[in-house]
């Protein structure tokens, strides 16, 4: 069991930037994968970037892909998403996940409450 708290959220610029991080506690978070997800309104959650154990491996969703830098540092049991030249289509509330499986074939098994990033034009 691990539990998953986001931080960082809030509201900025077009073009700004944010970071997000997720503190995970319980079993060590290096035991899993990590992610970020996203939910805008009236749209399904979908997948952000994904990390793997160790940090070595990471995935992205090609609409952030060169904006966004996913990575963790296992000794604070923390995952951060660093979000630059934000656009208003990123406009969502945001959530943390760990995954039992890799972060290639992910599966997602835990779930933090969301932090809303909100950008404007």
């Known amino acids: 069991q691990v539990q998953l708290v986001e931080s960082g959220g809030g509201l900025v610029q077009a073009g700004g930037s944010l970071r997000l991080a997720c503190a995970t506690s319980?079993?060590?978070?290096?035991?899993?994968?990590m992610g970020w997800f996203r939910q805008a309104p009236g749209k399904e959650r979908e997948f952000v970037a994904t990390i793997s154990r160790s940090g070595g491996g990471t995935r992205y969703a090609d609409s952030v892909k060169g904006r966004f830098t996913i990575s963790r540092d296992n000794a604070k049991n923390t995952v951060l998403l660093q979000m630059n030249s934000l656009k208003p289509e990123d406009t969502a509330v945001y959530y943390c996940?760990?995954?039992?499986?890799?972060?290639?074939?992910?599966?997602?098994?835990?779930w933090g409450q969301g932090t809303q990033v909100t950008v404007s034009s």
């Open positions: 996940a760990a995954s039992k499986n890799s972060y290639f074939t992910w599966s997602s098994d835990y």
């Open positions: 319980g079993r060590t978070s290096s035991s899993y994968a």
